[in-house]
C-alpha cells in the first residue's frame, strides 16, 4: 500500500515561522534570511514525514504566508497598485501605510484565512513557477522525490469571482505542468476544494472541460485532482468523466458512491481537522468500499488545521492523552491503517460516547427591540455615532512574559493586568471614546481563556495552528460535559467600570465560537455541547448584570464559519445556532445592551441568521472588505472604519468616506463607529494614532448631521 497525506503543517514545531516573519516585518532580519528559515522548516518536514513511514512526499505545501497568494502571485494576478512596493508579496498580505491589503476571508468552514485574489479586466496572466519547481529541486537535493500541491485552476476563478477568466488560467496551468514534467516529477495534485460546494450547471462544465484540457496537454505528469472538506456529490461524475489518474476524497466527511476502475484513489479515512484518534475499524471499512484501480491511504486533507505533535504536551491528562492524534500522529495512523489493510485486519468497532447532556430548550424570548433600544437610551445616554471598539487592546511583551511565568506571585501577576487595563481606559478616555473596553489583558486568546475556566475543557501547552500569516491559536479540546464552576470575566469588567463613568463593556464569547474554534470531540452531538456552553455563557452575563455591567458583547465571528457548505444542510445549523446565542443573551434585562461581532466571515451571505441573533449591536468587518453596510439593518449596526489586521494607519478622510456611505443605507440612530476587529495584534503607537483618526471623523460627520 501506498501512503501520503494531502499537507502539512507550515509554522514550524516551535513556531519559528511566525518569529521570522515578525523579524522580518520589523526589520530586524532580511527577506534572505527569511527565506532561511523556510527552507530550514521545509527540510524538517520532508526529513520527519519520511522518517515516519510515508511512501509519497508532498511539496509546495509550505507558504510565507497564504497559498492562495502564492498561488495568485504564481499566475501573475498581482494588481498594479502593488508592483512598486518594496515587497509587493506582503503587501497585498499585510498592505503598507500607503496600500491596503488585499481582502481577508475563511477558507471554507476553517478557522484558517486567505486571501481573496483580485482579478480587473487589466490583469494579464504570466506563470512564474520558481515557487513550486524550486521546492522540488530542494527536495530532490536532499535525496526526495515529491508531488507538487498547487491549488486547482476551478478553485482559484471560483475564489477570486472570476470564472470567465479559467482559459487564461488553464494556459497558465498547462505551462506549469511542462515545468514540473522536465523536472521529472511524476504526479501533481490540484487542489480543488469548491468542488465540495453547491455548483452550478456552467460550473460543472468548467470543471470537466478544465480536466479534460489540462489532460490533453502532450508533456505533463499525472494529475491528482483533490477535493476534501464535504462530499463531491455532483462533482464527482464530472471528474471522474475526465481523464484525470487520481481523485482525492474526503471519506471522513464525504462518501464515494461509484467505482472508479483504472484510477487511483487517494481515500483520505484519517481526519485533516481535527485531533481525534482515528477509529481504525470504521476508517478501514471506509477503504474496503473504495472500488478503484489502486488506492493510495490519505489524510481527509491537509494536516495545516492540526498541532505538529502530541510529543510534546506533557500536562494533558493520560487518559484524555490516549485519545489524541496531532500531525504527527496522523501520519503514523496513516502508515498503520495501509498496513492493516494490507493484512486484512479486521479492528473491533470503538463505542460510541454517549450524548453530551440531555436536549436544550429552545431560545427565549427578550422584549422587542423598540423597547430595548429606549430603555437603553435613558440609561446609557450615548451621542449619535457611538464610538466603541472590539474588546483586545494590544498585549505588550511584558504581560506576556509575565504570563508565562509559572513562578510569579499570583497578587503580581493581577497588578499588572490591572495596571494594564488603567492604561487602556485613559487611552480611551483621553481620545474621546464613547463605550469603553477594559482591553482583555488577563486573556490570552478569546476561547482558550474561557476554556481553561469551563468544566470539559482541557488546553494544550504547544497545540498551535496557524489561522493566518504569523498569527497562530491554540485551539482547546472539548471532551466532555461542559460547566461553569465560578465566574470568569467579573473582577476584571468590575475593576474596569470602578475607573470611569462612562459604560464599560463585558467581553463574552459566544457559544458557538468556542464551540468551533475548539477541537470537539469527534463523537458528540454538536448541537447539544453548543447548548451546554451557551448555559455556561447565560450564567456569566447575569453576574456582569450585577455588578454593574451595562453593555455585554457576545462575540459570535465563527458564526458563518460552521454553516454547512452544502445549501441544503444550512438551515437547520443556523437555527439552532441562533437558538444557541438567544439562549446565552436572553437572560439580560431590557436596558442592558447585547452587542456581538462578526469579523471576516462574508456576514451579507447569513444576514437573516445575525438578524436573528437579537443582538442590540452588531459589529462586522468592512472596512478591509469594502462590503457595504447591509441596508435597513433593523438594530444598531456598527460597520468596521479601520483593518486592524494591517500595521497601516487609516486616515480620517477614509474613515469619514466609510461613516458616510454607511449613512447612505442606515440612519445615524442606529450607525456605530468601531474598529474591524480586535486591537490585540497591533501596537499602542498604531492604535492611539488610528483611533484618533476614527474620533476625528466621527466628531466632523456628527457635526455634518445637527
Same mark, same amino acid.
Given at each position: ?12 514545531p516551535?513556531?519559528e ?16 534570511e ?7 522548516l521545509?527540510?524538517?518536514?520532508w526529513?520527519r ?5 510515508l511512501?509519497a512526499?508532498p ?10 497568494l502564492?498561488t ?15 515587497d509587493?508579496?506582503f503587501a ?14 475563511k477558507?471554507?468552514?476553517t ?12 490583469t494579464v ?22 508531488r507538487?500541491?498547487?491549488l ?6 471560483l475564489?477570486?469571482?472570476a ?26 495534485? *490540484? &487542489? ?5 460546494c453547491d455548483?452550478?450547471? !456552467? @460550473?460543472l462544465e %468548467?470543471?470537466?472541460? =478544465?480536466?479534460? /484540457? ?11 485532482v ?12 464530472v ?17 464515494l ?5 483504472g ?5 483520505g479515512?484519517?481526519s ?8 481504525e475499524a470504521?476508517?478501514l471499512a ?6 478503484a ?8 486533507c491537509s494536516?495545516?488545521?492540526?498541532p505538529y ?6 500536562? *494533558? &491528562? ?9 500531525? !504527527? @500522529?496522523?501520519? %503514523?495512523?496513516?502508515? =498503520?491503517l495501509? /498496513? ?7 479492528p ?24 430595548r ?7 446609557l445616554g450615548?451621542?449619535k455615532?457611538p ?5 483586545s ?10 504570563r ?8 503580581s ?18 481620545l474621546g471614546?464613547?463605550?469603553?473596553v ?12 474561557f476554556?481553561?475556566?469551563l468544566?470539559?475543557? %482541557? ?7 496557524q ?27 468590575r475593576y ?6 462612562k459604560p464599560?463593556k ?8 468556542i ?5 470537539v ?9 453548543t447548548?451546554?456552553?451557551?448555559d ?6 447575569r ?9 455585554i458583547?457576545?462575540d ?8 454547512p457548505l ?17 439562549? %446565552?443573551t436572553?437572560?439580560a434585562?431590557?436596558?442592558?445592551q447585547?452587542?456581538?461581532?462578526l ?11 445575525i ?9 462586522i468587518?468592512?472596512?478591509?472588505s469594502?462590503?457595504?453596510?447591509p441596508?435597513?439593518f ?12 494591517s ?21 445615524a440612530?442606529?450607525l ?7 486591537l ?6 498604531q ?20
Amino acid at each position: 500500500m501506498i501512503t501520503t497525506v494531502l499537507g502539512y503543517p507550515r509554522i514550524g514545531p516551535n513556531r519559528e515561522l511566525k518569529r521570522a516573519l515578525e523579524s522580518y516585518w520589523d526589520g530586524r532580519i532580511t527577506r534572505d534570511e527569511l527565506d532561511q528559515v523556510g527552507a530550514g522548516l521545509r527540510e524538517e518536514t520532508w526529513r520527519r514525514l519520511a522518517e515516519l513511514g510515508l511512501d509519497a512526499l508532498p511539496s509546495n505545501t509550505f507558504s510565507l504566508y497564504d497559498q492562495v497568494l502564492d498561488t495568485a502571485v504564481m499566475l501573475g494576478a498581482v494588481p498594479e497598485r502593488y508592483r512598486e512596493a518594496e515587497d509587493p508579496y506582503f503587501a497585498m498580505a499585510r498592505g503598507t501605510q500607503g496600500l491596503a491589503p488585499l481582502r481577508m476571508t475563511k477558507w471554507f468552514d476553517t478557522n484558517y484565512h486567505y486571501l481573496v485574489p483580485e482579478i480587473s479586466p487589466s490583469t494579464v496572466f504570466r506563470l512564474d513557477a520558481s515557487k513550486p519547481v524550486g521546492e522540488v529541486r530542494q527536495a530532490r537535493a536532499l535525496g526526495f522525490d515529491t508531488r507538487p500541491v498547487v491549488l486547482g485552476p476551478v478553485t482559484f476563478v471560483l475564489l477570486a469571482g472570476a470564472l470567465e477568466r479559467l482559459d487564461e488560467v488553464l494556459g497558465c496551468y498547462e505551462e506549469l505542468l511542462s515545468a514540473l514534467a522536465a523536472e521529472g516529477v511524476s504526479w501533481v495534485q *490540484l &487542489d480543488e476544494p469548491a468542488l465540495v460546494c453547491d455548483r452550478t450547471k !456552467e @460550473e460543472l462544465e %468548467a470543471v470537466r472541460a =478544465a480536466y479534460e /484540457r489540462l489532460c490533453a496537454w502532450p508533456s505533463r505528469p499525472s494529475l491528482l485532482v483533490a477535493a476534501y472538506f464535504g462530499d463531491l456529490g455532483e462533482a464527482l461524475p464530472v471528474l471522474a468523466g475526465t481523464p484525470v489518474e487520481g481523485i482525492g476524497v474526503d471519506l471522513v466527511r464525504g462518501s464515494l458512491p461509484i467505482e472508479l476502475p483504472g484510477r487511483t484513489v487517494f481515500a483520505g479515512v484519517v481526519s485533516g481537522r481535527d485531533v481525534w484518534r482515528t477509529r481504525e475499524a470504521e476508517a478501514l471499512a471506509a477503504l474496503r468500499a473504495v472500488r478503484a484501480g489502486e488506492i493510495v491511504v490519505s489524510t481527509s486533507c491537509s494536516l495545516q488545521h492540526v498541532p505538529y505533535s502530541l510529543a510534546v504536551e506533557e500536562r *494533558l &491528562d493520560p487518559a484524555l492523552r490516549e485519545r489524541l492524534a496531532f500531525a !504527527e @500522529e496522523k501520519v %503514523a495512523e496513516v502508515v =498503520a491503517l495501509a /498496513r492493516l489493510f494490507a493484512e486484512g485486519a479486521t479492528p473491533a468497532p470503538t463505542s460510541a460516547a454517549a450524548p453530551a447532556g440531555a436536549e436544550r430548550a429552545e431560545a427565549r424570548a427578550r422584549s422587542p427591540y423598540e423597547v430595548r433600544a429606549q430603555a437603553q437610551a435613558e440609561h446609557l445616554g450615548l451621542p449619535k455615532l457611538p464610538i466603541t471598539t472590539i474588546g483586545s487592546f494590544p498585549q505588550t511583551a511584558r504581560l506576556r512574559a509575565a504570563r508565562a511565568d509559572r513562578s510569579l506571585p499570583r497578587a503580581s501577576y493581577e497588578a499588572l493586568v490591572e495596571g494594564e487595563i488603567e492604561r487602556a481606559i485613559r487611552l480611551q478616555e483621553r481620545l474621546g471614546l464613547d463605550v469603553l473596553v477594559h482591553g482583555e489583558p488577563e486573556r490570552n486568546d478569546m476561547v482558550q481563556y474561557f476554556a481553561e475556566h469551563l468544566d470539559g475543557f %482541557a488546553v494544550t501547552e504547544h497545540g498551535w495552528v496557524q489561522s493566518y500569516g504569523s498569527r497562530c491559536t491554540r485551539p482547546p479540546l472539548l471532551h466532555g460535559d461542559v460547566g461553569r464552576p465560578s465566574p470568569i470575566t467579573v473582577r476584571w469588567a468590575r475593576y474596569a467600570q470602578s475607573l470611569t463613568a462612562k459604560p464599560v463593556k463585558g467581553m463574552l464569547t459566544g457559544p458557538v465560537t468556542i464551540v468551533a474554534w475548539s477541537f470537539v470531540r469527534d463523537d458528540l452531538p454538536l448541537r447539544e455541547v453548543t447548548f451546554q456552553v451557551a448555559d455556561a455563557i447565560a450564567r456569566e452575563v447575569r453576574d456582569l448584570e450585577a455588578e454593574g455591567i451595562s453593555v455585554i458583547q457576545v462575540d459570535e465571528p465563527a458564526l458563518r464559519e460552521l454553516l454547512p457548505l452544502r445549501a441544503a444542510a444550512q438551515p437547520s445549523y443556523l437555527q439552532w445556532a441562533v437558538a444557541a446565542y438567544r439562549r %446565552a443573551t436572553s437572560v439580560a434585562a431590557d436596558r442592558t445592551q447585547i452587542h456581538t461581532h462578526l469579523c471576516y466571515s462574508d456576514a451579507e451571505q447569513i444576514i437573516s441568521a445575525i438578524d436573528a441573533l437579537d443582538a442590540d449591536v452588531t459589529t462586522i468587518e468592512s472596512a478591509r472588505s469594502g462590503a457595504p453596510a447591509p441596508e435597513g439593518f433593523p438594530r444598531g449596526l456598527g460597520p468596521g472604519v479601520y483593518d486592524i489586521h494591517s500595521p497601516r494607519v487609516p486616515s480620517a478622510e477614509e474613515v469619514e468616506a466609510l461613516l458616510k456611505a454607511a449613512l447612505d443605507v442606515l440612519p445615524a440612530e442606529r450607525l456605530w463607529v468601531n474598529p474591524d476587529c480586535g486591537l490585540k495584534t497591533r501596537t499602542y503607537e498604531q492604535v492611539e494614532a488610528s483611533l484618533a483618526n476614527v474620533v476625528r471623523a466621527t466628531l466632523r460627520v456628527r457635526e455634518a448631521l445637527r
